[in-house]
């Protein structure tokens, strides 16, 4: 059974520092990975998907990397914003008859404070 | 933008009453997910279809059913709410192409 974690579990963090989000999973048959925001009590923004032969992808001020055989994905976000303060939620995708279903950690909480 | 609609947003009902919480998408997506977020944890699976008159269990055990006759809805139900169902819904739908998921704004359901 695939598990996902999250280190660290809450990140404080001054305005403009540049930060690692870290996401580790047991199972290395993935189909891909996905990182999404949450902002209290609202649903899930998608914010970077990297398919399984895929290194890394990138967005703006993120850049999500995957690492397969290690079972790891980070994210890094550069020049933080208050802005950002949210929870951060890797989930990784399953093949085969589970095409399409994610597992999720449970998340980083980031704020960002002036 | 990702075109997918939950209703009602906030639902406080009673014990025993029979609700249906609706999820609509208008991306064509053949892939349709329920999720359950408990505050502060983390989101489980309940449900899922891959296309009309699909419909499967997902890895967390849930006393609610789904249906889905058309590609753009998903609507769940529970029978008889009772205080354990309190929680947040999250509907979420993903394509073919690359199984990205896109998920809605949920619905937070309180049962008194």
């Known amino acids: 059974k695939q598990e996902v974690t999250q280190i660290p579990a809450a990140l404080s963090v001054p305005e403009g520092e540049n930060l690692v989000l870290n996401c580790s999973f047991t199972d290395s048959a993935i189909y891909n990975l996905q990182w999404f925001r949450q902002d209290p009590g609202k649903g899930l923004t998608s914010l970077l998907l990297?398919?399984?032969?895929?290194r890394e992808q990138t967005s703006g001020r993120l850049n999500a990397s995957l690492d397969k055989s290690s079972g790891r994905s980070t994210l890094y976000i550069a020049a933080s914003q208050p802005g950002d303060s949210a929870t951060y939620l890797c989930a990784v995708g399953t093949g085969g008859t589970s095409y399409g279903k994610l597992t999720f950690g449970q998340g980083t909480i980031l704020t960002v404070h002036p | 933008e990702a075109d997918i609609y939950q209703t009602p947003r906030y639902l406080v009902i009673g014990t025993g009453k029979k609700i249906t919480l609706e999820c609509s998408q208008t991306?064509?997506?053949?892939?349709m997910y329920w999720y359950q977020q408990d505050p502060g944890m983390e989101l489980h699976l309940i449900h899922y279809?891959?296309?009309?008159?699909?419909?499967e269990k997902g890895d967390l055990s849930s006393e609610s059913t789904v249906s889905r006759i058309r590609t753009e809805h998903f609507p769940l139900t529970l029978e008889s709410a009772r205080p354990s169902h309190t929680s947040q819904y999250l509907c979420?739908?993903?394509?073919?192409?690359?199984?990205?998921?896109?998920f809605g704004p949920g619905t937070r359901l309180t049962v008194t």
């Open positions: 990297i398919q399984s032969s895929q």
């Open positions: 279809s891959y296309g009309v008159n699909s419909t």
């Open positions: 979420a739908s993903s394509g073919l192409a690359d199984y990205e998921q896109y």
């Open positions: 991306m064509g997506h053949d892939k």
